[in-house]
């Protein structure tokens, strides 16, 4: 089981920065950012390993980065040059303890955070 709290969302302007934060139970191999803006699918933003691999939607490349401090279990995601279509509900996912690899994609993943909300106004 893996418990997941995400923090950090709020309202922004266009080119701001925001900073979200997961508090992890355990330490999944695999975690990632997800985001649903209303009306769309799911989407993911960005995977990370255990082992340091990383991988970003197109359209957030340059701009976000995923990282994990190990020491305090949480995942955080550096958001920079914020613009109005990522405007959405964040979501934090962690995978199985025994799984090993993952995509970004929704399917790979079984626990999901609350979600915290993200607004970028032009």
């Known amino acids: 089981q893996v418990q997941l709290v995400e923090s950090g969302g709020g309202s922004v302007q266009a080119g701001g920065s925001l900073r979200l934060s997961c508090a992890t139970s355990?330490?999944?191999?695999?975690m990632a950012w997800f985001r649903q803006a209303p009306g769309q699918e799911l989407e993911g933003v960005a995977r990370?390993?255990?082992?340091?691999?990383?991988d970003y939607v197109d359209s957030v490349k340059g701009r976000f980065t995923i990282s994990q401090d190990n020491a305090k279990n949480t995942l955080y995601l550096q958001m920079n040059s914020l613009k109005p279509e990522d405007t959405a509900m964040y979501y934090c996912?962690?995978?199985?303890?025994?799984?090993?690899?993952?995509?970004?994609?929704?399917?790979?993943?079984?626990?999901w955070g609350q979600g915290t909300q993200v607004t970028v106004s032009s």
């Open positions: 996912a962690a995978t199985r303890l025994d799984r090993l690899w993952c995509r970004l994609s929704r399917n790979d993943f079984t626990y």
């Open positions: 355990n330490r999944p191999y695999c």
């Open positions: 990370i390993t255990s082992g340091g691999s990383l």
